[in-house]
Nanobody, 122 residues
């Protein structure tokens, strides 16, 4: 079992930056793929970035070059640095973990945080 708690969301103007954090507890953090996903009102949840156990990363095309995922296994924490934010980045952002899957399909992840709201004003 893994418990995930996100923080760092908020309201920011277009072009601004935010850093999201997700602290995990309850299991061996390094043995999990960690992902950031988001869901805007009326839309399906989508992947944003994945940090695989191997150390490699994945980014959705819409955020590549603007967002950076990183993890600190000593602190059981995964981060999402978001730069050059756009109004279309507005969504609830969720942290997720899985021990067996490291892809981008949200429905494959077993553990989820409660989400943190990110709102980007134009």
């Amino acid at each position: 079992q893994v418990q995930l708690v996100e923080s760092g969301g908020g309201l920011v103007q277009a072009g601004g930056s935010l850093r999201l954090s997700c602290v995990a507890s309850g299991s061996t953090f390094s043995s999990y793929a960690m992902g950031w996903f988001r869901q805007a009102p009326g839309k399906e949840r989508e992947s944003v970035a994945i940090s695989r156990k191997s150390g490699t990363t994945y980014y959705a095309a819409s955020v590549k070059g603007r967002f950076t995922i990183s993890r600190d296994n000593a602190k059981n924490t995964v981060y999402l640095q978001m730069n050059s934010l756009k109004p279309e980045d507005t969504a609830v952002y969720y942290c997720a973990a899985d021990s067996d899957y490291n892809g981008s399909y949200y429905y494959e992840y077993d553990y989820w945080g409660q989400g943190t709201q990110v709102t980007v004003s134009s």
